[in-house]
């Protein structure tokens, strides 16, 4: 099931890490950043009610969404009171699984608002649909995932290793030129034939979409 999740997650764009027991997630959480745990009640040594305590006790306020096939009120109290932040029974459809992960992310409307715009560019993460100068401009799930982290960090540079981080998962090579040819096909999609570019390099030091007049 975790990989039919992750499956469907990476098609969507979303860069995702899979645990296959309670304690792996616990060592997962502690060396890696992440924006949102899918955590499944019945894991293998530590339960899913064990491992949300434990990550609440350390202070993680990392967004949880608790999977569980026990649907009694008790069973979701517990959950909750553990600090889950939702509580999804199954069987569930993805696409509903897909909405209470989206709520979760966009929480604090703030920090992760649905539509981004830099100059005439706009990126719906709503719709992952994304437009320059009115234009819709066709993107694959990855070339979407790569432009709306940069575009969530509009005017910040962003390293290779932060990119790798939070568009790309643990089978990531840092050492192949993947996120290059990224660029380069984002580049021209982009920026294209536009005489205003957004999309820029620092050599040795990372990538930053700003625009510069």
Not at 115 to 132: C, F, G, K, P, Y
Request: some cysteine; aromatic content about 8%; hydrophobic content about 40%.
């Amino acid at each position: 099931m975790a990989n039919v999740i992750a499956k469907g997650l990476r098609e969507q764009s979303y860069a995702v890490d899979v645990a296959e027991d309670g304690e792996a997630g616990l060592y997962q959480t502690s060396i890696n950043d992440y924006d949102l745990i899918v955590l499944d009640v019945l894991l293998p040594h530590r339960d899913g009610y064990e491992v949300c305590r434990e990550l609440r006790t350390r202070g993680d306020a990392t967004p949880i969404l608790m999977l569980t096939a026990r649907a009694t009120v008790d069973d979701r109290l517990t959950g909750f009171e553990a600090g889950a932040d939702d509580y999804l029974t199954k069987p569930f459809s993805f696409r509903e699984l897909l909405a209470r992960i989206h709520a979760l992310l966009r929480r604090d409307s703030k920090l992760r608002p649905d539509l981004l715009e830099i100059e005439d560019l706009i990126v719906d993460s709503a719709s992952h649909r994304v437009s320059r100068a009115s234009h819709h401009v066709e993107l694959t799930a990855k070339e979407y995932a790569l432009l709306e982290y940069l575009a969530r960090h509009a005017g910040q540079l962003v390293s290779r290793a932060e990119i790798a981080a939070h568009v790309w998962d643990q089978t990531f090579d840092p050492f192949s030129n993947t996120i290059e040819v990224y660029m380069n096909r984002l580049r021209k999609k982009i920026d294209g034939n536009h005489s205003l570019k957004l999309l820029h390099t620092r050599r040795g030091e990372g990538y930053i979409l700003e625009s510069r007049h």
